[in-house]
């Protein structure tokens, strides 16, 4: 059975009506733009597809994944055209597929094969961004070929992390789940390496451990010391933040990836800050922001420390600081360092 379209209008389908529908019932449109950050789910899309689509014999044949930064838009083209080899059908996988789209002529052309696409075809093209207001983009839009590929976040991605845990032998709590959450953020790549991570020290002590060692494991992994910076960050506490900087250091993180950490805890903090200003509890706060409430515990020594007036320079101070660091003729460690001490400066009045 092919696909039919749907009806122009609703919502932007997203990775969820893809599982349900495409990946359920096999019947696979000719085209998919999945677009998003999300490249480990759109990965495990895209695989499943192939073994759903192909199987094993005809992935060694009718499988081609091109480069969009490599290849022009003729030649992608070419290859949906042509005919599988021993198959019925062929997947072509198009990554970063807006590098091939730079001028009209080539985003013509894409608009002529979306017009009429091949039906033994499978053409997916994947990009972390796309500009919906080009045509060729519209055209997928209103075929039903565009899918949201964003992030999870909020009780998605707990629930997300709660599946790959399971999926890893781990029991990992919902207090846990929210901790990991809130420190790693939706970087799915991220929570599934510390998920794994988790699952073979469980493994390594010999079995299931207890809530409370599973937390201590969680803000004791290297990648997650990030907030230790937070919560020292206040007037008089300079040496405290620039030890735990000292020890990243020696962990292999480079200022490059603890200047922007910094600043978004500062953000959030000042978000949260703000919203209680406003008199928003912090659960109506989190369902704003798509934030854990009880995440928000960890911006509390921050908020305490620096006070209304000092989380407003400190936003100043940390964005200052991701501009020095592509600029100044500083090295980056110094650049860091100075921003620390500026950070928790005691401040008049």
């Known amino acids: 059975m092919g696909y039919r379209k749907g009806k ?30 999300d490249m480990l789910r759109m990965e495990g899309v895209i695989q499943k597809m192939r073994e759903m689509a192909l199987g094993e014999a005809g992935s060694a044949f009718n499988y081609h994944v091109l480069h969009g930064d490599q290849v022009g838009v003729d030649r992608i083209i070419q290859q949906a055209l042509a005919l599988p080899m021993m198959g019925s059908r062929q997947l072509i996988w198009v990554k970063n597929a807006d590098a091939c789209m730079s001028t009209q002529d080539k985003q013509a052309s894409m608009e002529g094969y979306l017009a009429s696409p091949v039906a033994e075809t499978i053409l997916v093209m994947t990009c972390s961004k796309v500009d919906k207001r080009l045509k060729w983009v519209k055209s997928c839009v209103s075929a039903g070929y565009f899918f949201d590929f964003s992030p999870p976040e909020g009780e998605a ?90 020890r990243l250091a020696e962990w292999g993180k480079s ?63 940390s964005l200052n600081c991701d501009r020095r660091l592509k600029g100044s003729p500083l090295g980056p460690d110094i650049v860091l360092e100075q921003t620390i001490m500026e950070l928790c400066r005691r401040r008049r009045g």
């Open 157 to 246: 991605l707990i629930q997300w992390a709660q599946r790959m845990a399971a999926r890893e032998g781990l029991e990992l709590g919902r207090r846990e789940t929210e901790t990991l959450c809130d420190l790693v953020g939706n970087d799915l790549l991220g929570l599934k390496n510390e998920i794994a991570k988790l699952a073979l020290l469980t493994d390594q002590k010999g079995g299931r451990l207890s809530s409370e060692e599973l937390n201590r494991i969680i803000m004791d992994q290297a990648e997650l010391q990030g907030f230790d910076i937070t919560n020292d960050l206040m007037p008089g506490r300079t040496h405290k933040v620039l030890k735990t900087w000292f």
């Open 8 to 37: 122009k209008g609703g919502s932007t389908p997203t990775f969820q009506d893809l599982v349900n529908k495409d990946l359920k019932s096999g019947d696979f449109r000719p085209v998919y733009l999945l677009a998003g950050e």
């Open 255 to 317: 200022p490059y990836e603890i200047a922007p950490l910094l600043h978004s805890r500062i953000r959030k903090g000042a978000l949260l800050a703000a919203c209680r200003d406003q008199g928003l509890s912090d659960q109506e706060t989190a369902r704003l922001t798509g934030s854990s409430p009880w995440g928000f515990r960890f911006l509390e020594p921050m908020i305490r420390g620096l006070g209304s007036r000092g989380i407003s320079d400190a936003m100043e101070t």
